[in-house]
T-cell receptor, first 115, second 117 residues
Framework: DVKVTQSSRYLVKRTGEKVFLECVQD?????MFWYRQDPGLGLRLIYF???????EKGDIPEGYSVSREKKERFSLILESASTNQTSMYLC??????????????FGPGTRLLVL | AQKITQTQPGMFVQEKEAVTLDCTYD???????LFWYKQPSSGEMIFLIY??????QNATEGRYSLNFQKARKSANLVISASQLGDSAMYFC??????????????FGTGTRLTIIP
């Protein structure tokens, strides 16, 4: 079974703090994704990576950065956390993206509260 | 314009009844795929079913089936014989274009399904 793990289930931070969210997958997947989920808005893509050290902006990259130094690990960084970044953050991975029905596999999510 | 529209924010259904969750999509690309995911209260998204734009038959996976009406751009999820464990958020998602190099999914806003005993 594919396993995607996220470093924390719940996180409380203060405004202005630098926040790191870590995601690790154990199936040698090429692609990794970071989403945020807000009520009434569904999931929105922040960034994704299709290879080590490669990244592409998603729909809402402002205020975030990412790092992928190793294939299995994809980090989301909030350089200076703000209250409007309070949300549920979901990491996902997929094998290659080349097969039509290939799904993304999701981690359990991190609920971030910025005070 | 919304690419994926789920018009039912919440639904209540009696146990053992069939459920239809609506999803309409908007794309001009002839190649696309539609996915349904379930998100229980634990938070993890679980893949349920996939339908490709060129698939001739509606997809089925156990109690899940997809009512795919291409001309109407709808891809409704049907759950037969609902169970209490089906209570969750359900998301419809779309992937557009030729699949290589287009790994991104666009999600709808979700439908919260509650099964009543």
């Amino acid at each position: 079974d594919v396993k995607v793990t996220q470093s924390s289930r719940y996180l409380v931070k203060r405004t202005g703090e630098k926040v790191f969210l870590e995601c690790v997958q154990d199936m040698d997947h090429e692609n990794m994704f970071w989403y945020r989920q807000d009520p009434g808005l569904g999931l929105r893509l922040i960034y994704f990576s299709y290879d080590v050290k490669m990244k592409e902006k998603g729909d809402i990259p402002e205020g975030y950065s990412v790092s992928r130094e190793k294939k299995e690990r994809f980090s989301l960084i909030l350089e200076s956390a703000s209250t409007n970044q309070t949300s549920m953050y979901l990491c996902a991975s997929s094998f290659s993206g080349r097969a039509p029905g290939e799904t993304q596999y999701f981690g359990p999510g991190t609920r971030l509260l910025v005070l | 314009a919304q690419k994926i529209t789920q018009t039912q924010p919440g639904m209540f259904v009696q146990e053992k009844e069939a459920v239809t969750l609506d999803c309409t999509y908007d794309t001009s690309d002839p190649s696309y795929g539609l996915f349904w995911y379930k998100q229980p209260s634990s938070g993890e998204m679980i893949f349920l079913i996939y339908q490709g734009s060129y698939d001739q038959q509606n997809a089925t996976e156990g109690r899940y089936s997809l009512n795919f009406q291409k001309a109407r751009k709808s891809a409704n999820l049907v759950i037969s014989a609902s169970q209490l464990g089906d209570s969750a958020m359900y998301f419809c998602a779309m992937r557009e274009g030729k699949f290589y190099g287009n790994e991104k999914l666009t999600f709808g806003t979700g439908t919260r399904l509650t099964i009543i005993p």
